[in-house]
């Protein structure tokens, strides 16, 4: 399961008067994360395949009230999955993402097949550089709030990658460890291309399936 939560504005020109490189701008790192959980958004992801349609992710993220998981008081998100190629659904997934702000403190998800508790967590920072990066928490993940059957376990992170001339990447950055031995082990990424403003551009989404030391990378990427 991946904490995908995307919005997608109009890019905004930096200033004529802002004397910074993207080299050595500070970039808004908690703001934007955080903004991926509290505004509604609905994005469209691509994964061109040649001879053939595209590969096609929407991913729907709507605010929900405030509520309680796993004894704490938090504040929930519903995002919905829905993967397609041509005409054809694929698949269609929904979770329900716990969170906290101030600091920004990612709490868990629940779904149909899936209860993950995060925990480690470590708060984001308010700017950072491009080349800056750092760990956001760890979780556990069973297949119910029963927490009988654990099916993985994995790892969060946050970096800034340069994009263009003056945006980066604001990615988190995810590992997904497999308890079960059929299952491959899966790493990836969910970002957002920003500017210094914190301006949200463009999104990408990066799947890497981990196979005998083969890696096979998918890049999925709005218009």
Do not use: H
Not at 194 to 201: A, E, F, Q, S, V
Request: negative net charge.
């Amino acid at each position: 399961m991946y904490k995908v939560s995307f919005l997608v504005l109009v890019a905004i020109a930096l200033s004529a008067c802002n004397s910074k490189t993207v080299s050595d701008a500070d970039f808004p790192v908690e703001s934007v994360m955080l903004a991926q959980y509290t505004e509604p958004s609905d994005t469209t992801l691509y994964y061109n395949i040649e001879n053939s349609a595209p590969l096609v992710v929407q991913i729907i993220n709507t605010p929900l009230p405030d509520t309680t998981f796993n004894g704490v008081p938090v504040k929930s998100t519903k995002s919905q999955t829905i993967t397609r190629q041509g005409e054809t659904e694929m698949e269609r997934t929904e979770s329900i993402l716990y969170f906290q702000e101030s600091p920004l403190k990612y709490i868990g998800s629940v779904s149909s097949d899936e209860y993950e508790v995060a925990s480690n967590q470590t708060p984001m920072p308010k700017k950072a550089k491009i080349g800056d990066s750092g760990d956001v928490n760890q979780s556990n993940l069973w297949t119910d709030a029963s927490k009988k059957t654990q099916t993985s376990d994995m790892v969060a992170k946050w970096s800034l990658k340069p994009a263009n001339d003056n945006t980066a990447w604001l990615c988190e950055d995810l590992e997904i460890y497999y308890l079960a031995e059929e299952d491959t082990d899966t790493k990836g990424s969910s970002c957002v291309e920003i500017n210094p403003n914190g301006d949200i551009l463009k999104s990408k989404m990066i799947v890497n399936s981990i196979t005998d030391d083969q890696v096979q990378e998918f890049v999925f990427v709005s218009k």
